[in-house]
């Protein structure tokens, strides 16, 4: 093989064992990790990067992640360049000027050397426990200024030449309201980066440097011509949707999420001109979150197992006005920003459904709900941090999925064990919620209901969605059941919560707060969903006798169990006559 060759198996090896690399990283973080929001929520991700910063591979974690990687490392060769030395370990959180996404979300990088010479970074960035701020958690909603949201770092040398930067560990020490938990999060990412400088050790000197440089390129370059393929099968046009934050503060107004999809030929350009102007809250979103959820809603079009590098990227352009929801100027509060990239990745679905309906997905729960708290327990602080995620839209062919993370995260839910043993914390109910997916020939996932008791005075904060503007459904196919907020305190009075309200709140002992999620979007005319599994539904509490004949004209007979045909094509006739 010559040097100017590029062998189709020698290219696969190299990418499995990139992939491979960026896994492990992700095992590394997960089994290292202190905190539940990492360890068992795992809202974290990680990456391998070349020399030029672009990602050759990411591990099996968050895709709403992806593109702030590249972007960080833009700042890192803008501000250290050449200067940067073996064993240099930086660190950042800053969304204004070192391209973090919100404080919670700490990013540590490695520069790898190889023989003296930069061979590339490895990249991990995680959702830390809490970082300072107005309220434990350090998401607040009615936060106005990223100021109020916690301690802010540039980019920081956290080692340098091996050596720890003492004063960065004491400074996030006492910023912090769970220094156990952040440092504990923060070595393992190191340990992470580690085996990441291991592994791309380990194919230089397998392959060289200069034949793997080629390799990586010739990745990007298949990724690219993968994806272009994948776009050259739409039809050229301008498909444009809109989707809809609820709103924030006890009487919201809805936020716009405009998004313009531009098919020409192999590219595909997405422009949010027409979104809501940023507003005085946390749920801002810097830019590089937009992006990822723009590319992953893209990258589920393809039918092929594109690699996971920056060389699929590059036919799409992603552009929003400054200023705007998605790409707010400084000083905009951001912490809770999440809420608006899984509707971007939402509205991107909608335009896509008016292109290939057959390979969208209706409407999912909205992304993760957060429910962020904490207080003193048996003489020590706590900090809770519970974001639980739940369901999916319907797509052809197959119902939505319950208990599953949002198509453009890969989240998990905390087991109620570790809830309870490691937070004052009592979780008197999950499950499911009949009637609640969306009607259709294929039906959205149910919501989820999780209700907690507190068994320490804590004040808490939310961030939830969904509740005005329930998920959307496909091709005819109904919406999912809206999400709601129910705080019982133990004299019996109820308060149904904003969505994101704008205060926090103060919970007694033995105050329950109870989360109910969002049902998926459906697809398909509800009237064309076969009998039978109507019939399965029931029998496993997806739905009742009473929604099953109202949402879908299936008509139960007196065994409870079996269906009445002939009922059921009569109510059917009945509800069609009825449009």
């Given at each position: 093989?010559?040097?100017?060759?590029?062998?189709?198996?020698?290219?696969?090896?190299?990418?499995?064992?990139?992939?491979?690399?960026?896994?492990?990283?992700?095992?590394?973080?997960?089994?290292?990790?202190?905190?539940?929001?990492?360890?068992?929520?795992?809202?974290?991700?990680?990456?391998?990067?070349?020399?030029?910063?672009?990602?050759?591979?990411?591990?099996?974690?968050?895709?709403?992640?992806?593109?702030?990687?590249?972007?960080?490392?833009?700042?890192?060769?803008?501000?250290?360049?050449?200067?940067?030395?073996?064993?240099?370990?930086?660190?950042?959180?800053?969304?204004?000027?070192?391209?973090?996404?919100?404080?919670?979300?700490?990013?540590?990088?490695?520069?790898?050397?190889?023989?003296?010479?930069?061979?590339?970074?490895?990249?991990?960035?995680?959702?830390?426990?809490?970082?300072?701020?107005?309220?434990?958690?350090?998401?607040?909603?009615?936060?106005?200024?990223?100021?109020?949201?916690?301690?802010?770092?540039?980019?920081?040398?956290?080692?340098?030449?091996?050596?720890?930067?003492?004063?960065?560990?004491?400074?996030?020490?006492?910023?912090?309201?769970?220094?156990?938990?952040?440092?504990?999060?923060?070595?393992?990412?190191?340990?992470?980066?580690?085996?990441?400088?291991?592994?791309?050790?380990?194919?230089?000197?397998?392959?060289?440097?200069?034949?793997?440089?080629?390799?990586?390129?010739?990745?990007?370059?298949?990724?690219?011509?993968?994806?272009?393929?994948?776009?050259?099968?739409?039809?050229?046009?301008?498909?444009?949707?809109?989707?809809?934050?609820?709103?924030?503060?006890?009487?919201?107004?809805?936020?716009?999420?405009?998004?313009?999809?531009?098919?020409?030929?192999?590219?595909?350009?997405?422009?949010?001109?027409?979104?809501?102007?940023?507003?005085?809250?946390?749920?801002?979103?810097?830019?590089?979150?937009?992006?990822?959820?723009?590319?992953?809603?893209?990258?589920?079009?393809?039918?092929?197992?594109?690699?996971?590098?920056?060389?699929?990227?590059?036919?799409?352009?992603?552009?929003?006005?400054?200023?705007?929801?998605?790409?707010?100027?400084?000083?905009?509060?951001?912490?809770?920003?999440?809420?608006?990239?899984?509707r971007v990745f939402d509205a991107i679905m909608q335009a896509l459904a008016q292109i290939v309906p057959e390979r969208a997905i209706g409407g999912s729960e909205g992304g993760p709900y957060l429910l962020a708290g904490g207080g003193m327990h048996e003489g020590k602080p706590f900090v809770l941090n519970e974001m639980v995620v739940g369901t999916w839209g319907a797509r052809a062919g197959k119902d939505g999925i319950e208990g599953i993370s949002n198509p453009a995260a890969?989240?998990?839910?905390?087991?109620?064990?570790?809830?309870?043993?490691?937070?004052?914390?009592?979780?008197?109910?999950?499950?499911?919620?009949?009637?609640?997916?969306?009607?259709?020939?294929?039906?959205?996932?149910?919501?989820?209901?999780?209700?907690?008791?507190?068994?320490?005075?804590?004040?808490?904060?939310?961030?939830?969605?969904?509740?005005?503007?329930?998920?959307?459904?496909?091709?005819?196919?109904?919406?999912?059941?809206?999400?709601?907020?129910?705080?019982?305190?133990?004299?019996?009075?109820?308060?149904?919560?904003?969505?994101?309200?704008?205060?926090?709140?103060?919970?007694?002992?033995?105050?329950?707060?109870?989360?109910?999620?969002?049902?998926?979007?459906?697809?398909?005319?509800?009237?064309?969903?076969?009998?039978?599994?109507?019939?399965?539904?029931?029998?496993?509490?997806?739905?009742?006798?009473?929604?099953?004949?109202?949402?879908?004209?299936?008509?139960?007979?007196?065994?409870?169990?079996?269906?009445?045909?002939?009922?059921?094509?009569?109510?059917?006739?009945?509800?069609?006559?009825?449009?």
């Open positions: 093989m010559t040097t100017n060759t590029i062998d189709p198996i020698t290219l696969e090896v190299i990418r499995n064992a990139l992939a491979s690399t960026a896994d492990e990283m992700a095992l590394i973080v997960m089994r290292s990790a202190y905190s539940p929001v990492v360890r068992d929520i795992m809202d974290y991700s990680t990456a391998l990067c070349d020399a030029q910063g672009r990602v050759i591979a990411q591990g099996l974690t968050l895709p709403i992640q992806l593109c702030s990687f590249p972007r960080v490392l833009r700042f890192v060769q803008e501000r250290y360049g050449a200067t940067l030395k073996k064993g240099d370990v930086l660190i950042a959180n800053d969304p204004y000027g070192s391209g973090g996404q919100h404080l919670p979300d700490i990013y540590i990088l490695k520069p790898i050397f190889v023989d003296g010479r930069l061979s590339g970074f490895a990249a991990t960035v995680a959702h830390h426990t809490d970082i300072g701020g107005i309220v434990p958690g350090s998401v607040a909603i009615y936060a106005t200024e990223i100021q109020q949201e916690g301690l802010r770092l540039p980019l920081l040398k956290l080692y340098e030449a091996g050596e720890p930067v003492d004063a960065v560990f004491r400074i996030i020490e006492a910023n912090t309201r769970a220094p156990v938990e952040v440092l504990g999060d923060i070595r393992a990412q190191i340990a992470a980066c580690n085996v990441a400088e291991e592994g791309l050790r380990s194919l230089i000197a397998r392959y060289g440097a200069a034949l793997l440089d080629r390799y990586i390129d010739a990745l990007h370059d298949h990724a690219e011509a993968m994806m272009r393929d994948v776009i050259r099968a739409l039809p050229n046009g301008l498909y444009k949707a809109t989707d809809y934050i609820d709103g924030v503060g006890e009487h919201p107004v809805p936020l716009a999420i405009v998004a313009t999809v531009t098919v020409a030929d192999d590219s595909i350009d997405i422009d949010f001109t027409g979104t809501a102007d940023q507003v005085a809250a946390s749920i801002n979103c810097p830019i590089s979150l937009p992006e990822s959820a723009a590319f992953c809603a893209i990258r589920c079009l393809s039918q092929q197992d594109i690699p996971n590098c920056e060389g699929y990227l590059r036919p799409i352009t992603v552009r929003a006005p400054e200023g705007c929801l998605v790409n707010p100027r400084y000083p905009a509060a951001c912490g809770a920003r999440g809420v608006v990239g899984y890969n989240l998990s839910n905390q087991p109620i064990e570790m809830v309870e043993t490691d937070m004052p914390v009592e979780v008197l109910r999950y499950g499911l919620v009949a009637d609640s997916g969306g009607a259709g020939e294929f039906r959205g996932g149910l919501a989820f209901v999780r209700e907690f008791r507190f068994l320490a005075d804590a004040r808490f904060t939310l961030r939830g969605d969904r509740r005005d503007h329930p998920p959307f459904g496909i091709e005819g196919g109904g919406t999912g059941a809206p999400s709601a907020h129910l705080f019982i305190r133990t004299d019996g009075t109820q308060q149904h919560l904003p969505t994101m309200p704008m205060e926090s709140f103060n919970a007694k002992r033995g105050d329950i707060f109870r989360l109910t999620g969002a049902g998926g979007g459906g697809y398909g005319d509800a009237l064309r969903r076969e009998p039978w599994r109507v019939a399965d539904d029931l029998r496993e509490g997806k739905v009742t006798i009473a929604g099953a004949r109202r949402d879908y004209g299936v008509v139960f007979a007196a065994d409870g169990t079996s269906v009445d045909k002939t009922a059921t094509l009569q109510t059917r006739a009945e509800l069609m006559e009825q449009r």
